[in-house]
């Protein structure tokens, strides 16, 4: 190989390091930005953080109830009957639900968990009224 051909190849390799070098300093400032966006999300989902943990009441969460509907027609029969006193099997008839003996024992523990919320008491063993 002569002089000139070893200039040549040495031109042909300096091309094509200096291409590489271009690609490269593009994939940089490619990953850059993102990365720069990506610290940016951080930093919002970080902020939201501290600010739901701020305004989040402390304490254990309540137990979501396990029937809505069934809760709301409990404490709207109560509402409608502040003043009168039920046994769950009454509720029941009163409400037109199943008086089958499982169905009454779902709403007496219904009833016990309104009453230990402060939403009813219980005068008598067995029975429940609404607090006023």
């Known amino acids: ?7 040549v190849d040495l031109h042909i390799r300096v091309n094509e390091a200096t ?7 593009n994939q940089i400032a490619h990953f850059t930005a993102a990365l720069t966006e990506t610290q940016a999300r951080l930093a919002d989902l970080a902020t ?5 943990t701020e305004l989040a009441p402390t304490g254990p969460e309540p137990d979501p109830p396990e029937s809505s509907t069934a809760y709301q027609a409990i404490v709207n029969a109560f509402n409608r009957h502040p003043d009168q006193v039920f046994r769950a099997r009454e509720l029941h008839e009163l409400l037109g639900m199943p008086t089958d003996e ?3 024992n779902i709403t007496r523990s219904r009833l016990g ?7 009813l008491t219980q005068p008598g063993r067995g029975r429940y009224q609404k607090r006023t």
């Open 1 to 7: 190989m002569n002089i000139t051909e070893l200039l």
């Open 19 to 25: 291409a590489r070098a271009d690609e490269l300093r």
């Open 48 to 52: 939201t953080r501290k600010i739901i």
């Open 102 to 104: 499982a169905s009454v």
């Open 113 to 119: 968990r309104l009453t230990r919320q402060g939403f």
